[in-house]
């Protein structure tokens, strides 16, 4: 692994329990050695990343896999909020949703998401991309000096 860091903290926002299973077990089996932490919507997501609320203790992310609908506060909310603030901007952010909607995409890199990911329904392919975004996060993409560990 290249970052400076042997796991890949991983924050996963995702509010169907179906896809959040699917997630994990993908990222479990992922060649990439990773630990990660599941919230279930936006409000929680804000909480875990500005430790508040419960989330006094934890570790900041190296890579944000977020859901665009989420109840609370959505996911363009969440995204817009980290992408304003100088210090939460430095952590990538991958779109993970069922959305294919043009205006989505849009909206999503106006906010400056770092990769957008339409989830495959096939459970083999749905495996291979989320191995290929863990492995290109983890091992390829050279992380900002400034990343907060």
């Given at each position: 692994m290249s970052q400076m860091t042997d796991t890949m903290r991983v924050l996963l926002v995702e509010d169907d329990e179906d896809h959040a299973m699917l997630l994990m077990r993908c990222l479990e089996k992922c060649d990439v050695d990773n630990q990660v932490d599941h919230v279930t919507d936006g409000e929680q997501a804000l909480n875990f990343l500005y430790a508040r609320n419960g989330f006094e203790n934890r570790k900041l992310p190296n890579l944000i896999l977020l859901d665009l609908n989420?109840?609370?506060?959505?996911?363009?909310?969440?995204?817009s909020q980290l992408k304003s603030d100088p210090?939460?901007?430095v952590i990538p952010v991958v779109v993970l949703t069922t959305s294919n909607i043009e205006a989505d995409r849009i909206r999503a890199y106006q906010e400056?998401?770092?990769?957008?990911?339409?989830?495959?329904?096939?459970?083999?392919?749905f495996r291979h991309v989320i191995d290929n975004v863990c492995r290109y996060w983890a091992e390829i993409n050279i992380q900002s000096p400034d990343h907060i560990s």
């Open positions: 989420l109840p609370r506060v959505s996911g363009h909310e969440v995204l210090e939460m901007r400056h998401v770092n990769s957008y990911v339409v989830k495959p329904f096939d459970p083999t392919r």
